[in-house]
T-cell receptor
Framework: GAVVSQHPSRVICKSGTSVKIECRSL??????MFWYRQFPKKSLMLMAT?????????EQGVEKDKFLINHASLTLSTLTVTSAHPEDSSFYIC??????????FGPGTRLTVT | GENVEQHPSTLSVQEGDSAVIKCTYS??????FPWYKQELGKRPQLIID?????GEKKDQRIAVTLNKTAKHFSLHITETQPEDSAVYFC??????????????FGTGTRLKVLA
């Protein structure tokens, strides 16, 4: 149980375009979903927290107009990187929690902006 | 806010030896402490966790200890195997203030088990 999927696993896009990443909880209803960014050999950096039907809460320093988060249902959250630039290239990982504090992570999406 | 420090950043052990990774946290209100294992390019996987009302928890070769007074918790891996090689992250979690638990991650420990 507690499986989280993420799509796509890898994406390459051109500078200035937008990219959408999907995060799904497959066998449970996610009370909350989280979006993280991870740089090579670094820890996970929380970008935002989203609850179904509510606006996402962004961490300090994260541009909400650049990283659009939608949590339309209890099993799906999306992250859209708008007007992507090379510095947005990174490994993006989502996680989901059901009722307790445990978070279950998706497999991650490697974004490369050329 | 909460801050989590993790040591060491890298750890090499011989196969069969034990490995210990330590984390300290700053906010005494933190009440949930998970440990994750992440292999290169893969998702973090929860390997063990402990809540603040417990001092120790064990699952086969893996154990976690918590010292609330000193505000530190440790991961212990016994009889290490090459497949234990990975990056390990600790995290501390404060009780939800707005209905949402949030992890504060440590900086990670790269464990290498030498065959």
């Amino acid at each position: 149980g507690a499986v989280v999927s993420q799509h796509p696993s890898r994406v390459i896009c051109k500078s200035g375009t937008s990219v959408k990443i999907e995060c799904r909880s497959l066998d449970f209803q996610a009370t909350t979903m989280f979006w993280y960014r991870q740089f090579p050999k670094k820890s996970l950096m929380l970008m935002a927290t989203s609850n179904e039907g509510s606006k996402a809460t962004y961490e300090q320093g994260v541009e909400k107009d650049k990283f659009l988060i939608n949590h339309a249902s209890l099993t799906l959250s999306t992250l859209t990187v708008t007007s992507a630039h090379p510095e947005d290239s990174s490994f993006y990982i989502c996680s989901a929690r059901e009722g307790g504090p445990e978070q279950y992570f998706g497999p991650g999406t490697r974004l490369t902006v050329t | 806010g909460e801050n989590v420090e993790q040591h060491p950043s890298t750890l090499s052990v011989q196969e069969g030896d034990s490995a210990v990774i330590k984390c300290t946290y700053s906010d005494s209100a933190s009440n949930y402490f998970p440990w994750y294992k992440q292999e290169l390019g893969k998702r973090p996987q929860l390997i063990i966790d402990i809540r603040s009302n417990v001092g120790e928890k064990k699952d086969q070769r893996i154990a976690v200890t918590l010292n609330k007074t000193a505000k530190h918790f440790s991961l212990h891996i016994t009889e290490t195997q090459p497949e234990d090689s990975a990056v390990y992250f600790c995290a501390a979690t404060l009780p939800p203030t707005s209905g949402t638990y949030k992890y504060i991650f440590g900086t990670g420990t790269r464990l290498k088990v030498l065959a």
